[in-house]
């Protein structure tokens, strides 16, 4: 198993032991820095780009995320489309402003920013156009701005834009865009929202 996979799934179980060892709750009296709007844990089935994501609270507006779809790494080398792990540290900064305008927050709905990392194996990839052996792997590592929104029968759009480094191994490493649309359906329960003001 790649080095860069086995180490993407101990950041994402090290994520799910410290999100659960916080004991993640929702804000009180007693907790005024827990959750407020966040879904603790949520499910989605992605179609446009055919794989699952799976989001997980570890702050208040901050989650974790990680999903596995088709996906094209474009960058100064060219491109490498196939299978891609990602892995997103989210922040959702409008969630009072959705709620002031009466918007819905559930499963998550709103904007963020996020670091953002993705990775490209060669053992998953479909086609290619970068010259160099044919077992080699890129990493992307940088920021994205993302939209998603949930609607009430679990139905989800998520777009993010963002740019960063794409690091070669076995080819030359570049600078390039990331570019992320989805459509999907949300499998887990989502949380009904009553408009709450900070």
Known sequence: MPKKLL???????????????????????????ALIHLERHQFKFNFLSPGFTYEFA???NVT??????????????????G???NNRARYYYNFNSR???GKNVAGNSGNY??????????QLRLSTNIEGPSDFNIGFYGVVHGIQRTYP???????????????????????GPLINLNFGWVATKRKSRK???D
């Open 83 to 85: 299978l891609v792990l």
């Open 7 to 33: 180490l993407s799934i101990a950041f994402f179980l090290l994520f799910v032991f410290f999100s659960h060892a916080q004991g993640v709750t929702e804000r009180s009296a007693e907790n005024p820095f």
């Open 99 to 101: 709620l002031r305008k």
């Open 113 to 122: 920013l996020s670091a953002a990392q993705a990775i490209f194996f060669s």
């Open 195 to 197: 408009p709450t003001f």
């Open 58 to 60: 570890l702050f208040k």
């Open 153 to 175: 029968k679990g139905f989800n759009f998520t777009a993010e834009i963002g740019a960063g480094y794409y690091k070669g191994d076995g080819v030359f490493s570049g600078y």
């Open 64 to 81: 974790a995320s990680t999903s596995v779809g088709l996906g094209a790494a474009t960058y100064e080398e060219g491109y490498a489309l």
